[in-house]
């Protein structure tokens, strides 16, 4: 089964803010992160199940080496992410976009 990544409008600014916060800091650590972050997706594209059940139906994936998550939704062939947080904010700031996006 081929499965397919989308995010969010919200979680793919997410993870540009996080890319301009590494590179204001330093180019190596940005690129180091978006090899991380790419590599994260692609474990996840094999094994879906792979993060472990988070809140409202949803899954994380905790980066390995930096403080950032991928939580995402699984249906069928479908993984869409819904929010790519740094560990030290809200750990439920992202929960109004899943209970929209399910009309709650």
Known sequence: MRVRV????????????AVRFYRAANAEAARSFSREFK????LLKARPE??????EGT?????PYFTYSVVYTLEEN?????????H?????????????????
């Open 39 to 42: 590599h994260e997706l692609a």
């Open 88 to 104: 030290s904010r809200d750990p439920e700031y992202w929960l109004d976009r899943i209970r929209h996006r399910r009309g709650g």
């Open 6 to 17: 989308a995010f969010t409008e919200a979680a793919q600014e997410e993870r540009r803010e």
């Open 59 to 63: 899954r994380r994936k905790v980066f």
């Open 50 to 55: 792979l993060g472990t059940q988070y809140l």
């Open 78 to 86: 479908l993984i869409t992410v819904h929010a790519v947080p740094h």
